[in-house]
């Protein structure tokens, strides 16, 4: 069943995307974030109490800091929805995984200190193979998927949504570090939906409001919050009934197959056309992050769920 609910949340969000880049025609990124922040709000709010989960919290910064970093990465991945191909933005994002995997690789230099052995030879970071090929992996996928698929003018977008997955990676990892605080995750993503009100709301103010559609148009509005929240309810389950490393590994892996469905939303619905390097960047991207996900549960075995 938690393979199950897997699927079911990565189909939400990416159900979500396709929510988010038909709204884009009539508002801007700084408003989707405010309206989807107002409505997980009420969302959270109701889910935390009827989980019994209190919303006072002793970790106000560590929280401040995370949402500012989640809202600074949603607000580039609904650019990038905007002005990309569906299955390109969510795949950009989902490069969070190849992030974090170069975040230990640095981490690693860093903590390296340069001392010579018993034999006075000067010993090598001790670097993995593994990750630092899953790394290479990662960007030569998105190196073939952006030059087919992204023109001239789409450019800084293809810019943009590497982004969202660069600042996602630091957004997780300030969610693993409140984890280990003992904060429960209901609590974690209802501050983050509150960031995401306050943050959007001064976004909306700086660049104005647009004009409200007329018709049925502004509805897309209420499935790109109820989604977004429906998702990680669907993801936080998957995780909770993984009861072995095995099962919380193919938990995690199973969150690529949301580029799966944005794939096919992008060709069936929005009708973009992606090429044969297209697809093969694609898999080389999925593929590295699965292998990345695999590295990480190794160094941190009960992660916190990720979220998009």
């Known amino acids: 069943m938690q393979a199950l609910w897997m699927v079911l949340a990565a189909l939400i969000f990416a159900t979500m995307g396709v929510c988010v880049k038909i709204a884009s025609e009539w508002f801007n990124p ?4 405010f309206y989807r922040g107002l409505i997980g709000i009420v969302f959270l709010a109701l889910l935390a109490r009827s989980q019994g989960v209190s919303l006072r919290t002793q970790y106000p910064g560590m929280h401040a800091w995370r ?21 390109t933005a969510m795949t950009l994002n989902y490069m969070s995984s190849v992030w974090i995997a170069v975040f230990l ?12 052995g018993r034999d006075g030879r000067v010993r090598r970071p001790p670097l993995q193979g593994a990750l630092m090929l899953t790394v290479v992996a990662g960007f030569a996928g998105v190196v073939m998927m952006l030059r087919p698929t992204i023109g001239d003018r789409q ?20 969610v693993v570090a409140l984890s280990k605080m003992g904060e429960p995750e209901s609590r974690t993503v209802f501050y983050f939906a509150v960031g995401s009100a306050v943050a959007g709301g001064m976004g909306t103010v700086a660049t104005g409001f647009s004009d409200w559609p007329g018709g049925l148009h502004a509805m897309w509005l209420l499935p790109v919050g109820v989604l977004a929240a429906l998702g990680q309810l669907c ?3 998957a995780y909770s009934r993984a009861k072995t490393p095995g099962g919380t590994l193919l938990v995690a892996n199973l969150q690529y197959s949301g580029i799966v469905f944005a794939a096919i939303y992008s060709v069936a619905w929005f009708g973009d056309r992606i090429d044969g390097m297209g697809w093969g960047g694609m898999a080389m991207i999925v593929g590295s992050g699965i292998a990345a996900t695999i590295l990480r549960q190794r160094a941190v075995p009960r992660a916190p769920a990720e979220e998009h």
């Open 155 to 174: 450019a800084f977008a293809g810019l943009v949504g590497l982004m969202s997955g660069l600042t996602a990676a630091f957004a997780y990892m300030q």
């Open 30 to 33: 700084a408003e989707l974030v």
């Open 235 to 237: 993801m936080t389950r």
């Open 67 to 87: 949402s500012f970093i989640g809202v600074v990465s949603l607000g580039a991945w609904f650019y990038a929805i905007a002005h990309l191909p569906l299955a």
């Open 105 to 116: 690789i640095g981490g690693t230099l860093l903590a390296w200190v340069p001392l010579p």
